[in-house]
């Protein structure tokens, strides 16, 4: 669950529509609407996510916790995997099919 999945589930959870949280964070419904919609993850600024953190009583940090758990494990893998080639002696062909695998996982 992405930052802004939870945020959303959070209103839902709270009960407070999109124009309440307008009215609690300065944003306009249409700014709200655009980054729980989902297709605008990459675009929200971190001012507005703050502002509705801090409107439903959500810790930031605590928001994007999994975020950064899922790339610190992606990265442990991705060593893991440099590791184990650099073991074995493969051909170039065996080491661009086992990255092509664990980037496509």
Do not use: H, W
């Not at 916790?65 to 440099?82: N, P, R, S």
């Amino acid at each position: 669950m992405n930052y802004l999945t939870k945020i959303d589930a959070e209103r839902a959870k709270q009960k407070i529509t999109m124009e309440e949280l307008a009215k609690k964070t300065g944003l306009s419904v249409d700014t709200i609407k655009r980054l729980l919609s989902r297709s605008a993850g990459a675009n929200a600024n971190v001012e507005s996510v703050v502002a509705l953190c801090n409107a439903l009583g959500l810790s930031v940090a605590g928001v994007f916790a999994t975020d950064y758990e899922v790339v610190i494990q992606a990265k442990a893998e991705d060593v893991a995997v440099f590791e184990a080639i650099q073991k074995k002696p493969f051909k170039i062909k065996a080491v661009l099919l086992e990255l092509l695998e664990c980037i496509t996982k």
